[in-house]
């Protein structure tokens, strides 16, 4: 059964980063990208940024492309979304999904979510 | 950028059709998939590739794509469909994924 399972809730303060987990299982790990999206409170879904599992090449969302950086791990079949100088308005609930290779592919499978929470 | 419009809010009620619109420039030349979000849940695929359907998603789901105009058509809406709906595609010129701003689903 293919499964992609996030760290869990953060709380940070402005000006901090968070760094956010995402273990795939039940696939061969490196044969699909794996894309991160957002989703701040009441708002819609918010591209963030996708790497190559394969080969470690990533491209970033152009509002996120100073302040990102995803990368994966192989060997441990887990993905990670670094974000830096956290502001309040990052608050919201971080996801990653499963990319088949082609940038026109769909994200077939989601993690559950990790909520972040900005605050003073 | 390239943008994707949908109208915030789609009502119907159980046992009609409901259609969900996403709007974008030549969107018929790209590939358009569309995500089903139920309440406090992750988003789930229902429609990839403009029409086809994920192993699992009922045959009411369908989608069609042509001209500046995507659509999601759920046929014989039952309660259980009620979701926020969301559709993306991948902007070449760009390189980089675009949603749309997701349509709410009302059954009533």
């Known amino acids: 059964q293919v499964h992609l399972m996030q760290s869990g809730t953060e709380v940070k303060k402005p000006g901090a980063s968070v760094k956010v987990s995402c273990k795939g299982s039940g696939y061969t790990f490196t044969s699909y990208g794996i894309t991160w999206v957002r989703q701040a409170p009441g708002q819609g879904l918010e591209w963030m940024g996708w790497i190559n599992t394969y080969n470690g090449k990533t491209n970033y969302a152009q509002k996120f492309q100073d302040r990102v950086t995803v990368t994966a791990d192989t060997s441990t079949s887990t993905a990670y979304m670094d974000l830096r100088s956290l502001r309040s308005d990052d608050t919201a609930v971080y996801y990653c999904?499963?990319?088949?290779?082609?940038?026109?592919?769909?994200?077939?499978?989601w993690g559950q979510g990790t909520t972040v929470i900005v605050s003073s | 950028s390239y943008v994707l419009t949908q109208p915030p809010s789609v009502s119907v009620a159980p046992g009609q059709m409901a259609s969900i619109t996403c709007g974008g420039n030549?969107?018929?030349?790209?590939?358009v998939h569309w995500y089903q979000q139920k309440s406090g849940q992750a988003p789930m695929l229902v429609i990839y590739?403009?029409?086809d359907r994920p192993s699992g998603i009922p045959e009411r789901f369908s989608g069609s794509n042509s001209g500046n105009t995507a659509i999601l058509t759920i046929t014989r809406v039952e309660t259980g469909d009620e979701a926020d709906f969301y559709c993306?595609?991948?902007?070449?010129?760009?390189?980089?994924?675009?949603f749309g701003g997701g349509t709410k689903l009302t059954v009533l």
């Open positions: 030549n969107i018929g030349d790209k590939s």
């Open positions: 993306q595609v991948w902007d070449r010129s760009s390189d980089q994924v675009v």
């Open positions: 590739y403009d029409k």
């Open positions: 999904a499963r990319r088949s290779p082609g940038p026109t592919s769909p994200r077939d499978v």
